[in-house]
C-alpha cells in the first residue's frame, strides 16, 4: 500500500487507516497529488487575472498554433 501511495503522489506521513486489499484501490481511485496541486494553481491564476492568456495554457485542437 505504501509504494500506491507514492506513485499517487502522497507523504510517507499519510495515514492508510483501511486494509492492504482495500489501500491499493482507494489510491488508485485518487487524483493524484501533484495533479491535484497543478490544477489548483492554474485555477487560482485564472481567477486572479481572468482574460488574460496564459502561455502555458492548453489550446483546443480546432484553434491549432
Known amino acids: 500500500p505504501r509504494e500506491c501511495a507514492r506513485l499517487m503522489g502522497y507523504p510517507d506521513t499519510c495515514k492508510i487507516e483501511v486494509s492492504d486489499t482495500q489501500a491499493p484501490r482507494q489510491f488508485g481511485n485518487s487524483v493524484a ?3 491535484d496541486t497543478a490544477l489548483a494553481k ?4 485564472a481567477l486572479q487575472h ?3 492568456p496564459r502561455a502555458d ?3 483546443p485542437a480546432s484553434l491549432g498554433r
Open 33 to 35: 497529488v501533484p495533479v
Open 57 to 59: 495554457a492548453a489550446r
Open 42 to 45: 492554474q485555477v487560482m491564476a
Open 50 to 52: 481572468p482574460g488574460i
